[in-house]
């Protein structure tokens, strides 16, 4: 069974850029949640979708926006890049949106932002 | 909001020695669960404990979840190298579906 995929792995913006991560699920994985990994900052949650729609988000400016597709493949966007987005964002799945499970990590799209 | 906090934020030790690592949240959880994160790589589920004073065990590690639900242990014993990496906790708020709040993470690294 295929693993949780996100696209792309590594990639350069500058600042006032905006850039559009990929994730796919695991077959059959319909809950996808989104965190911000930086250093010393251990996992910051971002966003979770279940069935299309949103069901958590973080405390993160509206410069970050996601989404999710009929698929369950989700999307993360982020605009007008700062320095400080510099991160490993990574989307993890999970089977249901539920009280427990746990959660199926990517490796990851890192970003940097000069 | 929830926060879950964890200490140490790093902690070096000769292989052989025993590892501990603390967890403790500001609200009442439904469920703990544990990650470990191998350098360069991404996090990686170890286990999930949800009832009150619960007490797992992984070969050498043991996992304890609290009798009020507010606070979790990872315990290594005998650490060898392959045990390095970050261990997160990760909580979930009762009452509701809420999401995962990470902690921040111990960085384990063991000296040969």
């Known amino acids: 069974k295929a693993g949780v995929t996100q ?11 905006q850039v559009t991560l990929s994730c796919s699920p695991i077959s059959g994985h319909r809950s996808v949640s989104w965190y911000q990994q930086t250093p010393g900052q251990g996992l910051q949650f971002l966003f979770e979708y279940f069935s299309e729609t949103q069901r958590n ?19 993360m966007n982020v605009s007008t890049l700062e320095l400080g987005d510099s991160a490993l964002y990574l989307c993890a799945s999970s089977p249901q949106f539920e009280r427990t499970g746990e959660l199926f990590f990517g490796e990851g799209s890192r970003l940097t932002v000069l | 909001g929830q926060q879950v906090m964890q200490i140490p934020q790093y902690q070096h030790v000769q292989e052989g020695e025993d590892f501990t690592t603390y967890c403790n949240s500001s609200t009442t959880l439904s469920n703990i669960q544990w990650y470990k994160q191998r350098p360069g790589g991404h996090p990686v589920f170890l286990i999930q404990l949800v009832k009150s004073g619960e007490v797992k065990k992984q070969k050498r590690l043991t996992f304890q979840f609290g009798e009020a639900k507010k606070n979790s242990s990872l315990h290594i014993t005998a650490t060898q190298t392959t045990d390095v990496g970050t261990y997160f906790c990760a909580g979930r708020a009762s009452g509701s ?4 709040t990470f902690g921040s993470g111990t960085q384990l690294t063991v000296l040969p």
């Open chain 1, 57 to 75: 988000k973080g405390n993160f400016p509206g410069r970050f926006s996601g989404r999710q597709f009929s698929n369950s493949r989700s999307e």
């Open chain 2, 97 to 100: 579906a809420r999401q995962l």
């Open chain 1, 7 to 17: 696209t792309p792995r590594y990639l350069i913006k500058t600042r006032g850029q």
